[in-house]
């Protein structure tokens, strides 16, 4: 499962504490432990600059408020890098229905052509357009 995925239903108790605006509950803290140290083990070479392994990382001391507090804030950060790195891709037509090849450009004529069996190699538009007249 993904770091989003996991910590989708805990992001807006997240946000609400680093605003100042409330704080996390020792229950919802024990839950955000494991997703936490997971991640920090996983992108132990950004964020310590080495890899690390999940014993040489220091846990969260559930009696010290600081330290959850760290906790939230960084589990912040990390979410804002995480959706920041999703990219939307728009969709692209693949097919598009030109009346006629003169009013293609270039590389959608060239398919066309290719298409039709004809080599384009080396060609001008003038001499495939000959030879498309020819078919």
């Not at 229905?97 to 959608?108: C, N, V």
């Amino acid at each position: 499962m993904t770091f989003l995925k996991q910590i989708e239903p805990y992001r807006q108790r997240i946000e609400l504490n680093v605003q100042g605006k409330g704080n996390v509950s020792l229950e919802v803290a024990k839950e955000l432990i494991p997703i936490y140290n997971e991640l920090r083990v996983k992108e132990s070479v950004r964020i310590y600059g080495r890899q690390k392994r999940a014993v040489d990382i220091p846990t969260v001391d559930l009696s010290c408020g600081s330290c959850i507090s760290e906790m939230t804030k960084q589990l912040n950060n990390w979410i804002n890098i995480y959706d920041s790195q999703i990219i939307e891709f728009k969709a692209v037509p693949q097919a598009i229905d030109y009346e006629q090849p003169e009013s293609m450009p270039w590389g959608a004529f060239k398919t066309y052509c290719v298409g039709k069996g004809l080599n384009c190699k080396g060609k001008r538009r003038y001499e495939l357009m000959e030879e498309l007249e020819s078919l």
